[in-house]
Structure formats: structure tokens, C-alpha cells
Nanobody, 121 residues
Framework: QVQLVESGGGLVQPGGSLKLSCAAS????????MNWYRQAPGKERELVAT????????VYTDSVKGRFTISRDNAKKMLYLQMNSLKLEDTGVYYC??????????????WGQGTQVTVSS
């Protein structure tokens, strides 16, 4: 069956780093653009980063530009999010999703269960 399984979350101090991973199975990973989303307590889910099918293009929300890097390994069916210089406001549950473009928005076909990232001193 289709699975997206995130890992790598945890507790980190401000200024620290974490690398999230998302393992895909049960679908043609290389055919999908992939997104990382996050949801902070009491807030709506936010798109953090996008990577195209080949990894040739990436897009980031303004608040993480220069600090986060999205990447993928199609041979291993893995998606990554390297997070550096973490801030308190980066706290939240991070989700990976396999997405399609519809009109001017992304539609998530498959979602992971999420991994908690907590930035705290």
C-alpha cells in the first residue's frame, strides 16, 4: 500500500539543525512533485518547500529561505528537509506529501503521518 513515513524530528535549541526524512513506497515516487508542510499549534497548515520530480527546481516559503533545503533521491524513494538555524517559530508537525498541480494550487495525493519538530531553549 501507499506509504509516506517521516522521521528525524525532535527537540532542538534555537540555532540548531535537524534533517527530516520521508520514505515513500507503494507509488511511483519519481512521478510526483513533493512538498513539505508544517502545522504549528493553533495555526493552519503551511507549505514550507516544494521540489519537482527530478529535483531540478525547488521553492521555499519566505520564512525558511536560506535556512532550509529540500532534496530528494528518486533511486531510494526518499525526500529530505535539511533545517538549519532553527527558530522558535519553526516548531510544529512536519508532513511530507506527494502532490499534483491543479490550477494554481497543489493537491496532495498522499500524505505522511507527520513528525514533531520542537525548537526550544
Amino acid at each position: 500500500q501507499v506509504q509516506l513515513v517521516e522521521s528525524g524530528g525532535g527537540l532542538v535549541q534555537p540555532g540548531g539543525s535537524l534533517k527530516l526524512s520521508c520514505a515513500a513506497s507503494g507509488f511511483t515516487f519519481s512521478s510526483y512533485a513533493m512538498n513539505w508542510y508544517r502545522q504549528a499549534p493553533g495555526k493552519e497548515r503551511e507549505l514550507v518547500a516544494t521540489i519537482t520530480t527530478t529535483g531540478g527546481s525547488t521553492v521555499y516559503t519566505d520564512s525558511v529561505k536560506g535556512r532550509f533545503t529540500i532534496s530528494r533521491d528518486n533511486a531510494k524513494k526518499m525526500l529530505y528537509l535539511q533545517m538549519n538555524s532553527l527558530k522558535l517559530e519553526d516548531t510544529g508537525v512536519y508532513y511530507c506529501a506527494a502532490v499534483r498541480r491543479r490550477s494554481n494550487s497543489w493537491v496532495g495525493d498522499y500524505w505522511g503521518q507527520g513528525t514533531q519538530v520542537t525548537v526550544s531553549s
